[in-house]
């Protein structure tokens, strides 16, 4: 495995989640259903190539089948969940990469 690879991906994951949780609150409050399933797809796979598990399980069994079908989720307050689900998901990448690649750097 190639760690300056990981560092890189993880990254470039953790912007790509922090801009589509913008865009899914911004579509929401929109009521804009189409481009906010386009931003929930998006995050839905990125989270999971993360190798996040709580966030992409939320969305996939709680909001992914409402709105596969055309119609807003009913679950409440799902939208601050898939929120705190990804801050927390973000939290656990950035103490990865600061456990991981800073112990991997002091050994060079």
Same mark, same amino acid.
Request: hydrophobic content about 60%; cysteine-free.
């Given at each position: 495995?190639?760690? /300056?690879?990981l560092e890189e991906s993880l990254q470039v994951w953790s912007q790509q989640m922090r801009r589509l949780a913008g865009l899914i609150r911004k579509h929401t409050g929109a009521c804009q259903l189409e481009p906010m399933h386009e931003a929930l797809h998006a995050l839905l796979g990125i989270s999971g190539s993360a190798g996040a598990v709580a966030l992409p399980l939320f969305i996939k069994q709680q909001v992914y089948p409402a709105v596969a /079908?055309?119609?807003w989720p009913s679950q409440p307050q799902w939208l601050e969940t898939i929120e705190q689900l990804n801050t927390q998901t973000l939290q656990a990448i950035e103490a990865y990469q600061q456990k991981a690649f800073n112990s991997h750097k002091n050994l060079q």
């Open positions: 495995m190639n760690p /300056a690879l /079908a055309g119609a």
